[in-house]
């Protein structure tokens, strides 16, 4: 496997640390990839296939993506120097945070909101229902560091190198027909039973619920039906939580295989955290 990207965003629900156990076991001979939850595109920048297609329902993300796309790594970190200059952005400087908050909300200017990620509380992409980015700053933690910046340059010279196509729609109403047996879908939306910032309803873009779920199991039994290939990621148990859709799911299609990825314990001690992710049965969900 080739070194893999890392998304310059630090996005939550992201797959990169999985990544080395869902690839393997993705097809070898795609066509079109269709990411249908991009996210931070950890999946879809990663992924072998003559193009892909990244979706997500965050306009402003998909925006962004767009604008690493058409611009070059080298007027982008020039941007990107000017502004931290212009707005004095510091691991410090919440004014400065706040002025550049404030001057993306009026302006949507995309390179501006990778630069609120850079500095925000845990690089968090979150919007109210009036589409402003309200993350708060991110103090004595987050800035745009050689780390971030390694990834940028990483992911833009990756995109800029395969043929990607961009669209941000709900993913029920993404045009899905033209896709044929060559073709394969991922699917990693918002987990029912775990929490994302994105999941609530209350950000400007649609919430995760248990209708949208249904919708999601029925759109992928049709895709089956057609003989498109797919992968769903999800997590059928929390804690104490099952995922009863899910397993309702499974059942009637005994034809699709439950891969089980194994707990990531890379660079952190064993804690609260750790206590959870024994207690999560998170899986790959495969109609091939
Ligand atoms: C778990 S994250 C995807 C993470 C991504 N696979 C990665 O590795 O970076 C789920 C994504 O689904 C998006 N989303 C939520 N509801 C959606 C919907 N109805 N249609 C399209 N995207 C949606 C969220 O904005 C979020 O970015």
């Known amino acids: 496997m080739s070194a893999l990207i890392k998304s310059p965003l630090n996005y939550t629900g992201g797959k990169s640390k999985i990544l080395p156990q869902i690839l393997p076991l993705f097809p070898v001979d795609i066509d079109t990839f269709v990411d249908l939850f991009a996210g931070g595109a950890n999946v879809g920048i990663n992924v ?3 193009q892909v297609v990244f979706n997500d329902n965050i306009k402003p993300l998909i925006d962004l993506y767009k604008t690493l796309q058409k611009n070059s790594v080298e007027k982008t970190l020039k941007y990107i120097e000017r ?4 707005f004095d952005l510091s691991e410090e400087n919440v004014e400065g945070y706040h002025i550049l908050r404030q001057c993306y909300n009026e302006h949507n200017d995309p390179l501006l909101l990778f630069l609120l990620t850079a500095y925000s509380f845990n690089h968090q992409i979150r919007f109210n229902n009036a589409i402003q980015y309200n993350v708060p700053f991110g103090k004595h933690r987050s ?3 050689d780390t971030m910046k390694n990834n940028l340059v990483a992911f833009m010279n990756k995109l800029h190198g395969i043929k990607a196509v961009f669209t941000a729609k709900n993913f029920d109403e993404l045009d899905l027909d033209w896709l044929k047996d060559k073709d394969f879908l991922y699917a990693d939306p918002p987990y029912l039973i775990t929490t994302g910032t994105y999941n609530d309803g209350k950000r400007g873009f649609t919430g995760w619920n248990e209708t949208q779920e249904l919708m999601l199991l029925d759109l992928l039994d049709k895709l089956d039906r057609r003989g498109i290939r797919f992968a ?3 997590v059928i148990k929390h ?3 099952e995922n009863k859709f899910l397993l309702d799911w499974l059942k009637r299609n005994p034809n699709y295989c ?9 660079n952190s001690s064993y804690n609260v955290k750790n206590k959870d992710k024994e207690d999560t049965q998170e899986v790959l969900i495969t109609n091939y």
């Open 83 to 86: 502004k931290i200059i212009e």
């Open 48 to 50: 072998n296939a003559k």
């Open 232 to 234: 769903l990621s999800n």
């Open 258 to 266: 439950i891969h089980n990825i194994v707990k990531d314990y890379t």
């Open 239 to 241: 804690k104490k939580t």
């Open 143 to 145: 800035c745009f560091n």
